[in-house]
């Protein structure tokens, strides 16, 4: 079995392959060392009295200034998850969660939370054994951390809430009873350790980043392949265009179109038209704005799950405990709405060149259908791509604008990153719908025209698909085919 240690830098790329991979989480002994440290140095402020600190021996939010008596610290932790588990609206995919549960493990594997070693292994014991928490999408601000999915996250700790384990929702009770566990005692500050942080939007990010790079790949080489089926022109793709205008993302989506058509004779044949439509001759600029977007969101998300987000923030080297903001969202939130408009404009340049393909120019038939008018072939597919391409505009509006105050407006500026989150993922699948259409239709036109003239690796994706989906010789359900299509698309390599 794989292991990963605990503290080590996270990328998108080990991530994808932790979760990929059955792995085993290691804290490494310096780790363990710091959190030690870290809550022996909490225990002995909190047993002097001395020090009023926030979220240790106060009340949370706008009842910062509530002293808390000691004999009821502990209680105070409690009360704290039960009364912060507000969530709503559908569970949260069990990948997401796990997700959750690896983030929330790194950063407070630090030693600058506070928490118990014993509470970092249980978590730990979770992730391991696929005991998933319910969590639910609706309820956090992006700010003070993503409090109430975070807070159903964690209950089980202490033996409230529900879990899926072993296919089935069950009350984490029954499940530690089981599993012969007792639920934890929570110390002084844990509680709020626990939930401030910004895991829920940073797993939801790492997981879209995960599909979107996919995603980018599936793009390119289905626009290949529809470039062939309406015999398009390679020009565009020259390097010497790309050099004069430089950006990253434009000169490795020539390049790579380019590597991709270099022995498609279809390219090569001589063309009646001087120049192809916009979404065929700017695949390098449009596809390549995307590639330099995800490159900077990446870089967002990798500092993101290095760091530690919770609030109040612990130096037992400097004998200082701040209460800072490392749980704000909106470094997360710009970049989620970001996200959600570059993998957009894949679905929307994807949805026109679907509509070029069955619109009977340059020698296809109309709608790709023998007979046509007896049969409305792929007629209603670009139908469908349009209305996802046009809600995914709507899931566009930008989020991070929004602000709403909150706690007696001690919280008054929050980022609503949680809310980016959930509305990009709908866009992340709905890209894979609008892309597996597309690609029904490139192959379809293939079979009408060019399928021995394609590029190697064009050909290579023609006939993984054709795999699961055959020609369309007359009028079908067509539903059933577009989910096909669409699986096809999320497992692409």
């Known amino acids: 079995m794989a292991h990963f240690e605990i503290g080590t830098i996270l990328t998108i790329e080990r991530l994808q392959s932790i ?7 290691v804290i490494p002994e310096k780790n363990k060392e710091k959190i030690e440290n870290c809550r022996k140095y909490l225990d002995n402020i909190v047993s002097d009295g001395k020090k009023i600190i926030y979220g240790v021996n106060t009340g949370f939010g706008s009842l910062c200034n509530t002293i808390i008596p000691a004999d009821q610290l502990e209680q105070l932790q409690y009360n704290l998850l039960m009364s912060h588990a507000c969530g709503t609206g559908n569970e949260v995919k069990p990948e997401i969660v796990k997700l959750m549960l690896l983030l929330k493990i790194q950063s407070l594997s630090y030693g600058h939370s506070g928490v118990q070693l014993e509470t970092i292994n249980r978590l730990i014991y979770f992730y391991e054994n696929d005991i998933l928490p319910v969590v639910y999408e609706q309820g956090s ?5 993503d409090l109430s999915p975070l807070a159903h996250l964690v209950l089980p700790l202490i033996g409230m809430g529900e879990v899926n384990y072993q296919d089935k929702k069950t009350p984490s009770k029954d499940v530690l009873k089981t599993l012969g566990l007792a639920p934890l005692k929570l110390k002084a500050k844990e509680g709020l350790a626990l939930i401030n942080g910004t895991q829920f939007m940073a797993a939801y990010g790492c997981y879209m980043l995960i599909q979107a790079h996919k995603l980018f790949k599936a793009a390119n080489d ?21 050099d004069i205008r430089p950006h990253n993302g434009q000169v490795f989506t020539a390049k790579y179109m380019s590597n991709n058509l270099s022995d498609s004779e279809c390219m090569k044949s001589k063309k009646e038209h001087v120049q192809d439509p916009y979404s065929f001759r700017c695949i390098p600029q449009v596809h390549g704005a995307t590639y330099d977007a995800l490159a900077y969101i990446t870089k967002i998300f990798e500092t993101e ?3 530690v987000t919770d609030n109040p923030l612990i130096f037992p080297a400097e004998d200082l405990v701040i209460s800072g903001g490392n749980f704000h969202g909106q470094t997360l939130a710009l970049a989620l709405d970001h996200l959600a408009l570059c993998m957009h404009e894949l679905g929307n340049i994807s949805e026109r060149r679907l509509y070029l393909l069955i619109s009977g120019q340059r020698g296809l038939p109309a709608f790709l259908i023998k007979e046509a008018g007896l049969n409305s072939g792929f007629m209603i597919t670009q139908y469908t ?14 989020s991070s604008a929004d ?5 007696n407006g001690q919280e008054d500026h929050v980022s609503m990153g949680a809310n980016a989150a959930i509305k990009t993922l709908k866009i992340i699948d709905n890209i894979a719908y609008i892309l597996g259409i597309e690609l029904m239709a ?11 003239s394609l590029s190697s ?3 290579e994706l023609y006939i993984q698909f054709r795999k699961q989906i055959n020609f369309i010789e007359e009028d079908c359900m067509m539903q059933p085919l577009i989910a096909k299509s669409h699986e096809f698309i999320k497992n692409y390599v």
């Not at 979760?19 to 989480?25: A, G, I, Q, Y």
């Not at 392949?225 to 390097?239: K, M, N, T, V």
């Not at 602000?403 to 706690?407: A, K």
């Not at 490139?442 to 021995?452: G, L, Y």
């Open 19 to 25: 979760v990929s991979e059955k792995t085993s989480l």
């Open 141 to 145: 601000l992006g700010a003070s951390g």
């Open 222 to 242: 289905i626009a290949a392949l529809s470039l062939q089926a309406f015999d398009g022109r390679i020009e565009p793709f020259h390097h010497l265009v790309s």
């Open 305 to 307: 799950i290095n760091a």
């Open 385 to 398: 791509a349009a209305s996802m391409v046009s809600i995914n505009k709507q899931y566009c509006t930008p």
């Open 403 to 407: 602000s709403i105050v909150s706690s």
């Open 442 to 452: 490139a192959a379809q036109a293939v079979d009408f025209k060019a399928k021995e």
């Open 457 to 459: 690796k064009s050909k």
